[in-house]
C-alpha cells in the first residue's frame, strides 16, 4: 500500500542561511534549468530513474515522475548572509559560473537579497560582516529569524518551506550538557549559553516553524539531543551533514570496491588545495577541525577493521586541506592509496580530482531540498538517515553506526522510495530468473 503523502501542491520556499558560493550556484542552477539554458546535471531528482518490480516488467520511471516531488517552476528561494549582497553579485564575485550565464539570470538573481544574518565571529575566525541581527539574548535572535520565515512565506505565497544551511563552517565544538534537552537548550537561548551556535539558532527557529531542516556544513547544528527532541516533537524531518563531495564522494566510492575484493590497506593520504571563500574560513584550525572530523570518518565505517583486521588494522589516514587563492573554487585533491594484494604484495592508486567544489554542491542542495519537502508530506520526521547518501558523515539515531558506502546509501534512498509509493523493495536476489526461467 503506498504511503499517505500530502500533494506537492502550491510554491515550495527553499530558504539558505549563507547565500554563497554554494547557494548562489544552486539557485542560479535551477533557474538556468527552468528557463532550460542548462540540464540539471549531478541531480538524482532530476535526471535519475529508479528501477521497479521485477526485471523483465521494464518499468523504470524517472524518479521526479515516481514520486510527488515539487516541480523547480514552483521552488522560490531566499536567505541571510552576513554580507548584504544579491544573488547576482555574489555569484559573480564567486566566479563559479560563467558572466553570460549569470547575466541571462541578472534580473532574477538580483531580486534575491538576503535577509540580517545571526553570526558570532567565535564561531568563524576569518569572516568579518555588517549585515548581522541584533537582539538581547540568543532567544530574541531565535525570534527574529521566525518572524523572517514568517514574512517571507507571506510575502512570497508559499505553500510550504525547507531549510538548507549553505553557511561556513563553524568552529568544531562537542555536545554539551546545555544541547542534552530542549529545556536546557532553551534556557540556554535565554541565557545566552556560548555552547549554542548561529546554526543551531537557524535550525531551531525552523524546526519551531515546522520547517526540515538539512545542514550541509559539518557543523554540530542540528546533530544534538535537544533539536533532535524538537524534530520528534514537532514532527518535523532533519538531515545532515556535510555535503558529500569531492575527494569524500571518491573515497566513499573507491573504499567500497577495494574492500568488495578484499583487498587490503596500508594507508590513504588525501590532500586539496582550494582558494574560495570556504578555503580561507578552513583556514582557521577551528573550523578545518570540523571538516577533518567529518572526513576522517568515512574510511572506517565502511573497511571495518575491527572485522578485517588482517586486511585494515592500523592503516594510516590523512587529510589536508589548504588554502590557495589563485585556484578559486576550482578544487585539486590528490589521493594516495597504498593497498595490497595476495601474499600481501603492495600496490599503489593516485587519484588527481580536479573538482569544482560548488559545481559538484549545487544539485545536492537541489535533491536534499525536494526530498525533505517529501519527507514532511509522507510524515516521516527525525533524523532521515536515508538522505545519507549526500552527506559525507551522516546522522544516525543513537546507538546506531552511520552507512558510509555509497551504493548501499544508493539502495537505501531508492527503497525509501519504492516504499512510500507501495512498491517492492529490490533485493537484487534475481529470484525470477532462477525459478521463473
Ligand atoms: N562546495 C562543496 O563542495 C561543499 C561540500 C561540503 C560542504 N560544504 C559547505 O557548504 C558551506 C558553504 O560553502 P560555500 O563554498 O558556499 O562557502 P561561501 O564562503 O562561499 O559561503 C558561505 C556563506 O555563508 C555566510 N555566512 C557565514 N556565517 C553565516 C551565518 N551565521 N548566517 C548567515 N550567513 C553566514 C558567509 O558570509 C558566506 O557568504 C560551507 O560550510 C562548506 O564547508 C561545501
Not at 537561548?189 to 548561529?198: D, F, M, V
Request: negative net charge.
Amino acid at each position: 500500500m503506498p504511503h499517505e503523502i500530502e500533494p506537492a501542491r502550491g510554491k515550495l520556499g527553499i530558504l539558505t542561511p549563507g547565500l554563497g558560493a554554494v547557494a548562489t550556484t544552486f539557485i542560479a542552477g535551477c533557474l538556468a534549468v527552468r528557463n532550460n539554458i542548462a540540464k540539471p546535471i549531478g541531480s538524482l531528482t532530476q535526471m535519475g530513474t529508479i528501477r521497479l518490480g521485477k526485471r523483465t516488467e521494464n518499468r523504470v520511471p524517472l524518479i521526479k515522475d515516481f514520486v510527488p516531488l515539487a516541480g523547480l517552476d514552483d521552488l522560490v528561494f531566499g536567505g541571510w548572509d552576513i554580507i548584504p549582497e544579491n544573488a547576482y553579485d555574489t555569484a559573480r564575485k564567486s566566479g563559479v559560473l560563467d558572466g553570460q550565464t549569470l547575466d541571462l539570470l541578472k534580473d532574477e538573481l538580483r531580486a534575491i537579497q538576503p535577509m540580517k544574518a545571526v553570526f558570532d565571529q567565535d564561531f568563524v575566525k576569518n569572516l568579518n560582516g555588517s549585515h548581522i541581527k541584533s537582539g538581547k539574548n540568543k532567544q530574541d535572535l531565535a525570534d527574529q529569524l521566525r518572524r523572517d520565515i514568517q514574512t517571507f512565506k507571506t510575502d512570497n505565497d508559499l505553500d510550504r518551506m525547507v531549510m538548507v544551511w549553505c553557511g561556513s563552517t563553524e568552529a568544531f565544538i562537542e555536545a554539551g550538557p546545555v544541547h542534552q534537552s530542549l529545556e536546557a537548550f532553551e534556557e540556554g537561548l535565554k541565557t545566552n549559553a556560548p555552547g549554542i551556535s548561529p546554526s543551531m539558532i537557524y535550525a531551531y527557529a525552523a524546526l519551531k516553524e515546522g520547517i526540515p531542516f538539512a545542514n550541509g556544513a559539518p557543523n554540530l547544528t542540528v546533530d544534538i539531543p535537544a533539536l533532535q527532541e524538537l524534530a520528534y516533537s514537532a514532527r518535523v524531518p532533519v538531515s545532515g551533514k556535510d555535503f558529500k563531495t569531492g575527494q569524500t564522494l571518491l573515497k566513499t566510492i573507491l573504499a567500497p570496491g577495494l574492500k568488495a575484493r578484499m583487498l587490503g590497506l596500508a594507508g590513504w593520504y588525501s590532500t586539496n588545495i582550494l582558494g574560495n571563500k570556504d578555503g580561507e574560513v578552513l583556514d582557521d584550525p577551528e573550523s578545518f577541525k570540523s571538516k577533518e572530523m567529518s572526513k576522517l570518518g568515512a574510511l572506517d565505517y565502511i573497511l571495518q577493521p575491527e572485522i578485517y583486521p588482517d586486511l585494515y588494522k592500523d592503516y594510516h589516514h590523512k587529510v589536508r586541506i589548504d588554502y590557495y587563492p589563485p585556484r578559486g573554487d576550482n578544487k585539486e585533491g590528490w589521493d594516495n592509496i597504498d593497498i595490497c594484494g595476495w601474499l600481501g604484495y603492495p600496490m599503489q592508486i593516485k587519484v588527481n580530482f580536479l573538482c569544482r567544489d560548488s559545481i559538484l554542491a549545487a544539485p545536492l542542495v537541489l535533491d536534499i531540498a525536494l526530498f525533505m519537502d517529501l519527507a514532511k508530506r509522507s510524515e516521516m520526521y527525525g533524523i532521515q538517515e536515508w538522505l545519507s547518501f549526500y552527506y559525507k558523515c551522516p546522522m544516525v539515531a543513537e546507538n546506531l553506526y552511520p552507512e558510509h558506502d555509497l551504493f548501499i546509501q544508493q539502495t537505501k534512498l531508492k527503497n525509501t522510495l519504492r516504499h512510500l509509493m507501495g512498491e517492492d523493495l529490490i533485493t537484487h536476489l534475481g529470484l525470477e530468473y532462477y525459478y521463473e526461467n
